[in-house]
């Protein structure tokens, strides 16, 4: 970058000499009523330079501007991050755009002067500095352009690694406050195999269940628990049998004859021991 500093400053003094020698030669020519070919082919050659310096100076700034943004990006928030990038790529563009523009008025330069009956030796030399300034801004250009696309890479396997992590706690937070919760007769709940009968002559001696070992979770209604704080059921209170464990104190059943509440005081508490609650309903 020092170099290319010194090379700056070098163009910058040859064009202030060249309008200098401009300067004088127009001075000294005394006036026509008709153009003087030679000034103008000069003036033209000028306007020409001086856009080509202009785009140099504007494709540094814009350097700078993308060096600035792409500095700590990826500590930055994703919505942060995807504006940068926008204006990252609207700074590359501009760039691209100006340095074709520039070799292009080079080239015109160059080929204008060589071919023209007035041609000035003095504006080779300077067409060939700038050249060699060009093609040294291409490569600083293209340079940049590697460390934006490594940063994207960086960028975009940070957001997509965010995104994952999102995902994942949101399903941990999900599984953190779910739970089910089925009800039915013995029958019904023995049939969708929640329950098990232990004794095999229920029907002479009384039944006795208890929870099989392995059931279909998908059988049960899913609920949040920090939102569901109560379950209605249209049968009397003393019909409902709570078979799962959960900690006492930590709910209420309340009711009449026809139907009945369940109130979850605290959901943690009540959850804690069984995160499925089973409650027969007897007939």
Same mark, same amino acid.
């Given at each position: ?42 003036? &033209? ?38 504006? =940068? ?6 700074? =590359? ?11 292009? %008025? ?58 994952? %992590? ?27 195999? =929640?329950?098990?009968?232990?004794? /095999? ?5 009384? &039944?006795?269940?208890? %929870?099989? &070992?392995?059931?279909?979770?998908? %059988? ?51 959850? /804690? ?11």
């Amino acid at each position: 970058m020092d170099s290319m500093a010194v090379r700056d400053s070098r163009l910058r003094v040859a064009g202030v000499v060249f309008f200098a020698v401009l300067l004088l030669l127009s001075s000294c020519s005394p006036e026509k009523q008709k153009p003087d070919p030679r000034q103008e082919h000069v003036e &033209s050659m000028m306007a020409i330079l001086a856009q080509v310096q202009k785009n140099l100076g504007r494709i540094q700034q814009k350097e700078a501007v993308v060096e600035r943004l792409s500095s700590g990006i990826e500590g930055k928030e994703t919505t942060n991050v995807e504006q =940068i990038g926008k204006d990252i790529m609207t700074s =590359i563009r501009f760039i691209d755009s100006s340095l074709v523009s520039s070799k292009n %008025l080079i080239r015109k330069l160059e080929e204008e002067n060589r071919s023209s009956s007035y041609r000035v030796e003095s504006l080779d030399r300077l067409v060939s500095e700038l050249k060699i300034a060009i093609n040294t801004k291409d490569k600083e250009v293209n340079a940049l352009k590697g460390h934006v696309q490594k940063l994207n890479n960086q960028v975009s396997s940070l957001i997509a690694t965010v995104d994952v %992590l999102d995902e994942y706690i949101q399903g941990q937070e999900s599984q953190l406050y779910t739970a089910y919760y089925i009800s039915g007769t013995f029958s019904q709940l023995v049939a969708k195999g =929640i329950l098990v009968r232990i004794n /095999q002559l229920g029907g002479i001696f009384g &039944s006795d269940y208890r %929870l099989a &070992s392995d059931f279909n979770v998908n %059988l049960f209604k899913k609920i949040d628990i920090t939102e569901t704080r109560d379950l209605f059921f249209d049968k009397p209170l003393k019909n409902l049998k709570i078979i799962t464990p959960h900690t006492v104190g930590s709910y209420e059943l309340a009711g009449g004859k026809t139907s009945s509440l369940l109130l979850i005081r605290d959901e943690n508490a009540f959850w /804690q021991k069984s995160r499925c609650l089973v409650i027969v309903v007897e007939e």
